[in-house]
């Protein structure tokens, strides 16, 4: 259980906490805060801060601007001293829920997206969904002006370790803030590319896991800034090389036992099991504009890079989009590897819920593993496995996405529009711009 406001009041008078920031997303998933002093402290615990939506991406219009922040008391913490400087007064952090002047969910609020997915798998009689991220990032040089660079500042690859990993410090202080903040770390360690990192924390449920993301990523980036790094969630920084993933480990729970786990079973999974694996396959091609958003997503799902590029599952190898890690018992669950770093945690989290519960709810069934290299099959190998290709930009994302009614749903009317919008205009910009790579091809040829 959480702490309650006379308790939360209580620990930030005796940390000396001067300011409280009050931390939402807006619907691209960029963290965004309310700073209050002291004299607002409890005013903001009672929910009574409002902001200017009008002003925040894809919030509302400016007739129906203002909204109001509701704190929830489980996401209280204090920021340790080495992200916030203690002679200017301690900083604590509250994640809110958007919600309009009347009390009402506001739904562009991504949070509430997910919290409505939740509230359908407790209705099904499921006790939660739980997540555990892989996120994973690079960390690049400044200049001299601060501005960050492509430059990395190593050369080294999987697991290597200093002096060839020169951000090992960086990624040790990361480690260190997360810990102070609450944080189970599970593992830390250099990535396959030059300058690539991942730090695994442990799983938790849904709404908690897209918190715990959100916060990462924030402190990721704090802690790098301090190293005179930058760190980036961007999943394809540069080409030739490996980009950054976030494979994301589901499972679902019912009356404290993992729902996935069927001992008696073919490869050990049961019913419930197989048909969220089946509602995840039915609406990759429709989530997957939510899983991966940008256009930069896409340089990323491509063969040669360890990405998935077709919609299966395996029960063992890691090229299928789904795969099965070996354990089984309470551990049992699916590794769902296409999404990346940029995603939205919290509609990241809310699709995936519902494509799954949708598998379970109508019972579908997938296909038979695939337990080869999908990467070394040929397209003829492929069709007669019935294995389809992920959309291969963000616009085929965005045409799939709006063909999957379910999907569009769960996102609601107001979240949908918008966030197309924006994606929509994004890959126009994409498309008319002129790039490097069209200068080095045709300039001095045509």
């Given amino acids: 259980m959480g702490l309650s406001k006379a308790e939360i009041l209580k620990e930030m008078e005796k940390h000396n906490v001067r300011f409280l920031r009050l931390q939402f997303t807006d619907i691209l998933g960029i963290n965004k805060n309310v700073e209050v002093p002291v004299s607002q402290f409890e005013k903001a615990l009672d929910g009574e801060i409002m902001f200017d939506g009008s002003s925040i991406e894809g919030f509302t219009r400016i007739e129906e601007s203002d909204m109001h922040l509701v704190p929830d008391y489980n996401s209280f913490v204090i920021f340790p001293d080495t992200l916030e400087d203690p002679k200017r007064g301690r900083v604590a952090r509250l994640i809110c829920d958007v919600t309009y002047p009347d009390g009402r969910p506001f739904e562009g609020d991504p949070r509430q997206v997910l919290k409505k997915q939740i509230e359908r798998l407790h209705r099904l009689g499921f006790d939660d969904m739980f997540a555990g991220p892989e996120p994973e990032f690079f960390l690049f040089m400044r200049d001299d002006g601060g501005v960050p660079t492509t430059l990395t500042h190593d050369q080294a690859g999987y697991f290597d370790l200093a002096p060839i990993d020169k951000g090992e410090e960086a990624r040790r202080d990361m480690v260190n803030v997360l810990v102070e903040m609450g944080f189970e770390i599970e593992a830390a360690h250099h990535e396959v590319a030059p300058g690539q990192h991942e730090i695994d924390f442990k799983y938790a449920d849904a709404l908690t896991t897209a918190d715990n993301i959100a916060t990462f990523k924030f402190v990721v980036k704090r802690v790098a800034l301090l190293h005179g790094l930058h760190a980036t969630f961007m999943?394809?920084?540069?080409?030739?090389?490996?980009?950054?993933?976030?494979?994301?480990?589901l499972s679902i729970f019912k009356k404290g036992e993992n729902a996935f786990y069927d001992p008696e079973a073919e490869y050990q999974l049961s019913e419930v099991a197989l048909n969220f694996i089946a509602g995840l396959l039915t609406h990759a091609a429709g989530m997957v504009a939510i899983t991966n958003p940008l256009v930069n997503s896409y340089k990323r799902l491509t063969p040669g890079y360890e990405a998935p590029t077709n919609i299966a599952w395996s029960a063992s190898n890691r090229s299928a989009m789904i795969r099965v890690p070996a354990r089984r018992g309470v551990g049992t669950r699916a590794e769902l590897r296409m999404p990346d770093p940029s995603a939205?945690?919290?509609?990241?989290?809310?699709?995936?819920?519902?494509?799954?519960?949708?598998?379970?709810?109508?019972?579908?069934?997938?296909?038979?593993?695939?337990?080869?290299?999908?990467?070394?099959?040929?397209?003829?190998?492929?069709?007669?496995?019935?294995?389809?290709?992920?959309?291969?930009?963000?616009?085929e994302a965005l045409e799939a996405l709006e063909k999957d009614e379910l999907i569009k749903g769960v996102l609601g009317e107001h979240i949908y529009e918008h966030l197309v919008k924006a994606k929509q205009l994004e890959w126009e910009d994409y498309r008319i711009s002129v790039h490097q790579w069209e200068l080095d091809r045709y300039l001095a040829s045509y």
Avoid: C, W
Avoid at 239 to 249: D, L, P, Q, V, Y
Avoid at 356 to 384: A, S, V, Y
């Fill in 235 to 249: 999943p394809k920084p540069i080409r030739g090389i490996n980009g950054s993933g976030m494979h994301t480990h």
């Fill in 344 to 395: 939205n945690p919290y509609l990241a989290l809310a699709v995936m819920l519902a494509a799954g519960l949708d598998g379970i709810e109508r019972k579908l069934t997938p296909p038979p593993p695939i337990q080869r290299n999908i990467f070394q099959m040929g397209i003829r190998d492929r069709r007669r496995h019935k294995i389809k290709e992920l959309p291969g930009t963000l616009r």
